[in-house]
């Protein structure tokens, strides 16, 4: 199996990103400095855009604050209207917070003070980052953004909820839409040899996952890239769906005994020295086991 990543978006994202220029005016927010939010950040920077961005822990606030971007303190539950008014301000925003199972999004339980306080401010383009998992069971089958998303659990009907909510906030406030699906997303110190070597157990969504056939994954860079290559195609665009994956949807399972033998080779014998992953433990909901699809790359 090829760990060569290269990125699946629709033909309308699949243009040349060469001539990405910063403008000195861009401002970027980022709702949700997590994973993906603070390697595009850094990304951001390199390029000379000014960010800021948003995560709930005041430690964390800190350290990012220390590596030199403007962070501020925010619970999606009780918005501030000071960071809304920071963010008014911003010309890109990027949503990173995710929807959770029996609330949903909770940035759109106050989608009337978001619409009041940001009409008429700077923002141009919206980025939502969603998940793979609204497209629901398609039994294996390839799917495509023309694909009728139809969720099967919970979380991927809040998701499904989300992205509505979040291209209707934008059109109602006249900007460029953009929904990114993503599958799982694996970068620096988040992939299959992280996992193994961290011992970590295994989490909820992971155990269901185990006995997967096709899981689309698709790497932290090349994240940063559609969202790039989004920005650039706003003024054509105002409302687009795009699916971000690697060409290659594969078990689980196939890609940790890969992960393993890369280990094997780096460090012989370390993998004898770890306890087995506790594989037949997993409680796989059958919502989770039927939730087959292949998210395939458009050429
Ligand atoms: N992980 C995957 O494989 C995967 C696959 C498909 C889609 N996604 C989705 O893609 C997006 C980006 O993924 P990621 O891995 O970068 O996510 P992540 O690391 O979990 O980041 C999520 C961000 O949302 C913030 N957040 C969560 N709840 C919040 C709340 N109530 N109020 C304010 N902020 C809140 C978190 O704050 P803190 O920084 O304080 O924690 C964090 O900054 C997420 O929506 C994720 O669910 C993930």
Known sequence: MSFTTRLAASNNLRFQTDSWQPKPR??????????????????????????????????????????????????????????????????????????????????????????????????????????????????????????????????????????????????????????????GIYGPGRSAVDTIIKQDALSKSQRSRVHKQYTSRVHVVDICQALKASICASNSTPREVYNIVDDDPAPREEVFAYARSLIEKKWPGHLKQLPEQDKCSATVKEEDVLDEKRVPMLI
Not at 118 to 128: A, D, V
Not at 156 to 166: T, V
Request: proline letters at 4%; hydrophobic letters at 35%; aromatic letters at 8%.
């Open 26 to 183: 861009n401002r970027m927010f980022i709702l949700g400095m997590g994973f993906v939010g603070q390697f595009f950040s850094q990304e951001l920077k390199t390029q000379g855009w000014s960010v800021a961005g948003t995560c709930t822990s005041i430690m964390k606030k800190k350290k990012l604050m220390d590596s030199g971007f403007d962070i501020y303190h925010f619970d999606a539950n009780e918005p501030e209207t000071n960071v809304l008014d920071v963010l008014k301000h911003h010309t890109h925003l990027v949503v990173s917070v995710p929807p959770l199972v029996g609330i949903g999004d909770p940035m759109l339980h106050h989608e009337k003070l978001l619409r009041s306080i940001l009409k008429g401010g700077n923002l141009r383009w919206l980025g939502y980052l969603s998940s793979t998992s609204v497209y629901g069971n398609y039994g294996g089958e390839w799917v495509d953004e023309d694909c009728p998303a139809n969720p099967t659990g919970e979380l991927g009907k809040s998701r499904l909820a989300a992205e509505e909510g979040w291209l209707t906030l934008g059109h109602n406030l006249g900007l460029s839409v953009h929904v990114l699906r993503l599958g």
